[in-house]
């Protein structure tokens, strides 16, 4: 099991949140490197624009080609240098690509890197050095032009409906009060259902999750997100009611291999029978616990 929950709640949240504007690569592998890119963005020219709106600065920050490399905690000296050299190499992929077409790449074709973490100090900022934009809010850094490098300290963002969807991604009462945003948007809303979704998968995977050595935080996030955790059993119980009680536990099932692994390709999809034939009390720590590999062997000698 990865030791990692919040990256794969990141990978599958901006996943969710940007596919309508665009082509969204989850874990890209950089040609010709070792190395692979958290979230890998390229804009489509048909984002729809209630979308865009709804969206708020995740949806300007979505405009031109950008990695996307979330961080739990303030990223250190070694790790900012890493999603730089990331940057360097994927644009020296793209400048081959070009040429081998007989094309050329404008500034605003180049991939743009945002380092998103939940908290940002002072000290580093300087160090950097970073700049405040005065068309962008507060929490937003620019580290030079060259470097094409952005900088969002989420703990330094205004709460506001346009900081959102990156509040989310927070720590503490900053993230606490992103998950009571998202549950006080009209229940009609498809993101409020989709972000409450991950949020509860996200909560179940630390509940089973044995790996994670930061207790303290472990502690503080699992609050931070029993609310959306009890918001969303309710919404599934009520659906359930409409739908039918496989329907609904269907639901829970696929969103838990989504979460795992991204998509649902036909292997997955033909196991999904089996696992309804489990509680959910059984399926859910096996889900969370053993492999792809090992879930298909195991459920598929009960097709």
Not at 53 to 62: K, R
Not at 154 to 182: C, E, F, M, N
Not at 249 to 265: A, H, I, K, M, P
Request: with cysteine; proline share 6%.
């Amino acid at each position: 099991m990865t030791k990692n929950p919040f990256d794969q709640f990141s990978k599958q949240f901006f996943k969710e949140c940007l596919s309508q504007l665009g082509e969204v690569r989850i874990s890209e592998e950089i040609p010709g490197e070792p190395r692979f890119v958290d979230i890998w963005f390229i804009p489509s020219n048909q984002a729809p624009a209630d979308t865009l709106s709804e969206l708020g600065i995740l949806a300007q920050i979505a405009q031109t080609p950008c990695l996307l490399e979330p961080f739990r905690n303030q990223p250190t000296n070694w790790e900012i240098r890493s999603c730089f050299g990331k940057l360097v190499h994927l644009e020296a992929e793209l400048r081959r690509e070009a040429k081998r077409d007989e094309d050329t790449l404008s500034e605003n074709e180049l991939p743009r890197l945002w380092i998103i973490a939940s908290s940002v100090s002072d000290e580093l900022l300087e160090k950097l050095p970073a700049h405040r934009e005065p068309s962008w809010p507060t929490g937003i850094y620019f580290v030079g032009e060259v470097f094409l490098i952005r900088i969002v300290a989420i703990d330094k963002l205004p709460p506001t409906s346009d900081t959102l969807w990156l509040r989310i991604l927070g720590k503490g009462l900053i993230q606490k009060q992103a998950v009571d945003d998202v549950i006080a948007l009209p229940k009609g809303n498809a993101k409020r259902s989709k972000i409450l979704s991950l949020l509860y998968t996200w909560k179940i995977n630390m509940e089973v999750n044995t790996l994670i050595d930061d207790v303290e935080d472990r502690k503080e996030l699992m609050m931070n997100l029993s609310q959306a955790y009890l918001e969303w059993e309710q919404e599934t119980v009520e659906r359930g009611k409409e739908i039918g009680k496989e329907q609904g536990q269907r639901s829970v099932v696929e969103n838990l291999l989504l979460f795992r692994f991204g998509s649902l390709d036909s292997e997955l999809e033909a196991i999904i029978p089996s696992i309804l034939a489990l509680s959910p009390g059984e399926f859910t720590p096996m889900l969370m616990r053993l492999s792809r590999e090992e879930l298909i062997t195991r459920f598929n000698t009960q097709n």
